[in-house]
């Protein structure tokens, strides 16, 4: 485990805390690390959901560290799409919930990682952006896509074309984080939403959200028919007993993620 990845479970519940300071940049060992840290997570059937924060109060993440890119050395940038890339596809994919409490300022990678979450809550002095093109770079990390989905294409282009940094009122606004909480609040949150999701079966919530987020890549007419799949699947498994069961006998349900 890297020490720029602090990782804690508290129950069904994974914590990663970027750790870099000043600003918990990212560097290839730091998303190698996340890499394999959410994968291993994805094996482990007691964890239902993941919160991610950054070290400090001023930053959630400031991004890449420029410094690797001052040489313009075409085979760094190669390698460094590649597993900035590989990191966040994994995160995006966790089979559990993946909160963002974003702490303060979230600029570049640091947005794009908040951007594969499911779920944004941010804090009232928190601002975002997405600058890469005044140094004559662009979001290669999902940051083009994930934005657009979230926010329209108009506020992407915003954010992206002209470079503009918001705060987190507007953030909100605009649809790209859910929550807005007062300052120090972010991770108490999105503990709080994370408990939420230890009362869902853990099957069923990751065929939600895979349903969910195939609305991204195919239209309506595929997913449905998956739809219907998924629930009768979800038939194969103990979970689906223990909820309904649960529910009948007026009992909180006891889920084994299987």
């Known amino acids: 485990m890297s020490a720029q990845i602090q ?13 870099n300071p000043p600003a918990n940049t990212w560097t290839e060992q730091t998303l190698i690390s996340l890499k394999e840290q959410v994968e291993a997570l994805n094996a482990d059937k007691d964890i239902f959901a993941l919160v991610l924060t950054g070290e400090g109060e001023k930053f959630f993440s400031a991004g890449a560290d420029l410094n690797v890119f001052a040489s313009g050395d075409k085979g760094v940038a190669a390698q460094m799409s590649q597993v ?25 990678g640091g947005l794009e990682v908040a951007l594969a979450c499911d779920i944004r809550i941010a804090e009232e002095q928190a601002q975002m952006a997405l600058p890469e093109a005044k140094v004559g770079l662009l979001p290669c990390a999902g940051g083009t896509q994930n934005l657009s989905w979230l926010v329209g294409e108009g506020w992407a282009k915003r954010l992206i074309l002209c470079g503009e940094r918001i705060k987190a009122d507007k953030a909100k606004e605009i649809g790209l984080v859910e929550e807005v909480v007062a300052t120090g609040g972010a991770l108490d949150k999105a503990m709080a939403l994370a408990e939420q999701v230890g009362d869902q079966s853990p099957v069923a919530v990751s065929y939600c959200k895979e349903l969910i987020q195939k609305g991204r890549h195919g239209d309506i007419t595929s997913a449905l028919p998956l739809e219907r799949e998924l629930f009768v699947k979800l038939f194969d498994t103990q979970d689906q007993k223990e909820g309904v069961n649960a529910f009948l006998e007026k009992r909180k349900a006891n889920w084994v993620n299987g």
């Open 7 to 19: 990782l804690e479970k508290k129950g069904h519940i994974a914590v990663l805390t970027m750790s």
């Open 84 to 108: 900035f890339g590989a990191a966040f596809e994994a995160l995006s994919n966790f089979r559990g919930v993946s909160i963002a409490a974003i702490n303060g300022y979230a600029m570049g």
